[in-house]
């Protein structure tokens, strides 16, 4: 076959294969991708992307699907013109229910054209997966939040639970950008404010063959701290050593920092998950996970659950170094030493606690600990609430039968710190299946199967609806 036949058979191929993965979906799938397309196609990175254009392209979708330009609207705060948040709402019925919030972020961490296999700000669907930055983190639920929303209305849904909605910009860039959850929960409370809210931070978790393992509700999540350690030190010529150096007392203060043990701290849904997962643990596991349900103190005990590193940081608060710099030249003393701790400290410690801790493990009047502002308000755990956990069950059950559903606590950290402000109970939701191995999530070559997208949008929509009725 010449080269020409060549091209032509094989952009053929493609074609018919596009066309056939179009004729498998149903028609509000078709739609579904549409705007999950145009979403993660629309670059939300800090640095060179915009959120006010992604969000305005949502807002214009549900402004077609009959929504008010009052009922669905862009907030861009002056001076922050590329970093827009929507907000909306589905009016309830009832005058006794409180509203309910969707959250979910439509920013996402940087990605570099070069590292990628693909471009990272074009889905690309092959085998089975969905590619890009963001089609995990967070586009797929903010997505689905919207289509939720958009097919309530054009099916003339009129729900008991008024449904209020947040699409926000920077979640994933730090203190660099304007957080648009905690500035609504800060300036305009009313257009967010719910009994209880829907977010990131849950989901579920599939081996690499695409089996379901389990389903996880985030109940509570871990808040971040970063701490700067410093040494100084006048300094002077290389060829004359001398032991108060500022590299070696910063090099033993990081090693403290390693040997840092904080002791276990359980909570209500730390605790519901060490009893839900002891039922498939090893025996070795199950019987530390007796002792230490008995008495959390029991060091043994939690050393032994303690050597998986992801068990370690949902026992106890972690402290870790994560950077390092020193040294101003080849051939002098150095005259200044520093280094950056990142703390994830658990619900119920203070950031004072963990502080002198730090301080404590350094025990060198000379290593200097500052903590770093701005950073998230404190986590709140919300309650382990049955009005919550109930419906998800009883959905998932029906969706994914014997697929156990547990009660997690993030290591991590979600805007749920920032519906906190104003007294939100904030939940990581269910039912959308993400890859045992992260799936590329703040990495290379993001990716979340087809299925999970398509299964997760059925069972949120429905979750929705139970939620909307109670």
């Known amino acids: 076959m010449g080269i020409a036949k060549y091209m032509i058979a094989a952009a053929a191929a493609v074609v018919a294969t596009a066309n056939a993965q179009a004729q498998e979906l149903r028609a509000d799938q078709a739609e579904f991708r549409e705007l999950y397309a145009e979403l993660v196609n629309t670059n939300t990175a800090f640095s060179n992307g915009n959120c006010t254009i992604a969000a305005e392209q949502l807002a214009k979708r549900m402004w077609d699907a009959g929504y008010s330009k009052d009922d669905a609207k862009v907030i861009v705060v002056p001076g922050f013109e590329r970093e827009g948040n929507l907000v909306a709402i589905l009016q309830g019925t009832s005058k006794t229910l409180k509203p309910m919030l969707l959250l979910a972020h439509i920013d996402v961490v940087e990605a570099r054209r070069e590292d990628w296999t693909r471009d990272p700000f074009m889905l690309v669907e092959e085998d089975g997966f969905f590619y890009a930055r963001g089609v995990a983190d967070d586009k797929a639920q903010a997505a689905m939040w919207i289509d939720s929303l958009i097919r309530l209305k054009k ?206 493990a350094i025990a060198n009047p000379r290593v200097k600990v500052t903590l770093r502002k701005p950073h998230r308000p404190m986590a709140v755990a919300p309650p382990l609430d049955k009005r919550i956990m109930d419906p998800a069950m009883k959905v998932a059950g029906e969706m994914f039968p014997g697929v156990p559903l547990i009660p997690i606590m993030a290591t991590g950290a979600t805007d749920a710190t920032m519906t906190a402000l104003i007294g939100i109970p904030t939940y990581g939701i269910p039912g959308i299946f993400y890859e045992a191995d992260g799936g590329g999530v703040h990495g290379l070559n993001e990716r979340i199967r087809t299925k999970s997208v398509y299964d997760g949008r059925d069972y949120l929509h429905r979750l929705v609806k139970l939620y909307a009725e109670k």
């Open 155 to 360: 099916e003339g849904y009129k729900p008991k639970r008024t449904i209020k909605l947040a699409a926000t910009c920077g979640e994933e860039s730090n203190a660099e950008a304007l957080n648009g959850a905690e500035w609504l929960a800060r300036n305009m409370p009313d257009s967010i404010s719910a009994e209880f809210a829907l977010n990131e931070g849950g989901g579920g978790r599939v081996d690499k063959n695409g089996n379901r393992q389990f389903l996880a509700m985030q109940v509570g999540e871990k808040a971040t701290r970063t701490f700067d350690l410093q040494t100084t030190n006048p300094g002077g010529h290389s060829s004359v050593p001398r032991p108060d150096n500022a590299i070696y007392d910063l090099a033993e203060a990081v090693v403290a920092i390693k040997n840092l043990g904080f002791p276990v701290q359980l909570n209500a849904t730390t605790r519901a998950f060490l009893q839900q997962y002891s039922a498939t643990a090893p025996a070795a596991a199950q019987k530390a996970i007796a002792d230490l349900l008995a008495d959390e103190s029991n060091v043994a005990a939690g050393g032994i659950l303690s050597a998986e590193p992801v068990m370690n940081a949902t026992l106890r608060t972690t402290c870790v170094t994560t950077m390092l710099e020193a040294g101003h030249a080849a051939n002098a003393l150095p005259q200044r030493a520093k280094a950056v701790v990142n703390c994830r400290i658990v619900p119920g410690m203070s950031t004072e606690e963990a502080q002198a801790a730090i301080e404590k």
